[in-house]
């Protein structure tokens, strides 16, 4: 709110945690939903770069011959294979998220058994998101045929499935759909202050697995990109999951469990 500090300038006030949270100021499932959408919109966009050779992906050649020219070996390569596989592969951030959702949704709606738990907000969230993920990931997958760069060569319709990256869809998906669960506004403790520091945080994470994936060869580098734009698409779709109101069978059902 601005007030005059009395010599004529306006002076602006920051709102406090507890406004920035309310329910009259608090983006709504629209908000989420247009950015899936546009995201989308935008991820079709680095496809049809893909396809005709456009300029998103003018590097990736210099940069697999630099690649090539410094790869790690050795205990360097086995350890940074590890640090790419914690950070990016199914097996580790599927149980992540729904490992998170679980927790949430017991804490949020109470106890119950598995099943009651398992059809909560946080649970269908994250399953949308992986559902967007395997769905408009391994549809370009499969349809585009991109080799990967380890193959010494960049062909299209050829078995491949280098575009986009699983890997940095994964990640993102799986760091900031987290800090969702955790702290945003229908999160387990809301607080923006404390949502804004870990997003920096998250963000490195996401970038080092990201270019792991080119550093080690297995992704061209424009493919890390395709997949970051994959996961934040997952995220919007997660979050539209988690505004929507509340159908009337859900409420009453809460009602019961508490």
Same mark, same amino acid.
Not at 24 to 52: C, K, M, N, Y
Not at 169 to 174: A, G, H, I, L, V
Not at 187 to 192: A, E, Q, R, S, V
């Given at each position: 709110?601005a007030?005059?500090?009395g010599?004529g300038?306006a002076r602006?006030?920051?709102q406090p945690t507890?406004?920035l949270l ?6 709504t499932?629209?908000s ?6 546009l995201a989308?919109l935008?991820?079709?966009?680095l496809i ?12 990736d ?6 690649v090539d020219a ?5 205990w ?12 990016g ?5 599927i149980? &992540?998220l729904f #490992?998170? $959702? ?7 709606e !109470? /106890?119950?058994?598995?099943w009651t738990i398992?059809?909560r907000?946080p649970?269908l969230?994250?399953?949308a998101g992986?559902?967007t993920? &395997?769905s408009? #990931?391994? $549809?370009t997958k ?5 080799t !990967? /760069?380890?193959?010494?060569m ?5 078995g ?5 990256s699983?890997h940095a869809s994964?990640t993102?998906f799986c760091g ?6 955790l ?14 520091k ?10 080092i697995a ?5 550093w080690l ?8 990109p395709?997949?970051w734009?994959l996961?934040?698409?997952a995220?919007?779709?997660?979050l539209?999951v ?10 009453a059902?809460?009602?019961?469990e508490?």
């Amino acid at each position: 709110m601005a007030q005059s500090d009395g010599r004529g300038v306006a002076r602006v006030e920051s709102q406090p945690t507890e406004a920035l949270l309310d329910p009259s100021t608090r983006p709504t499932w629209r908000s989420s939903a247009v950015a899936a959408v546009l995201a989308t919109l935008f991820f079709g966009f680095l496809i049809w770069q893909v396809v005709v050779r456009g300029p998103f992906i003018a590097w990736d050649w210099q940069f697999h011959y630099y690649v090539d020219a410094n790869h790690p070996v050795g205990w360097e390569k086995t350890f940074l294979d590890i640090v790419a596989t914690i950070t990016g592969e199914r097996l580790f951030t599927i149980p &992540a998220l729904f #490992g998170t $959702a679980y927790y949430v949704a017991k804490k949020q709606e !109470g /106890p119950g058994s598995f099943w009651t738990i398992a059809r909560r907000r946080p649970m269908l969230a994250v399953l949308a998101g992986l559902v967007t993920i &395997a769905s408009i #990931g391994y $549809a370009t997958k499969f349809g585009l045929g991109r080799t !990967g /760069p380890h193959h010494n060569m960049d062909v299209l319709q050829a078995g491949g499935q280098a575009f986009p990256s699983g890997h940095a869809s994964n990640t993102f998906f799986c760091g900031f759909f987290i800090l969702c669960l955790l702290f945003a506004q229908h999160g387990l403790m809301p607080n923006l202050p404390r949502l804004r520091k870990l997003i920096p945080a998250v963000a490195v994470v996401v970038v080092i697995a990201g270019a792991l994936m080119s550093w080690l060869d297995y992704h061209w580098l424009s493919d890390i990109p395709g997949g970051w734009l994959l996961g934040y698409i997952a995220c919007m779709v997660g979050l539209t999951v988690l505004r929507a109101p509340r159908r009337r069978r859900e409420r009453a059902v809460a009602r019961e469990e508490r």
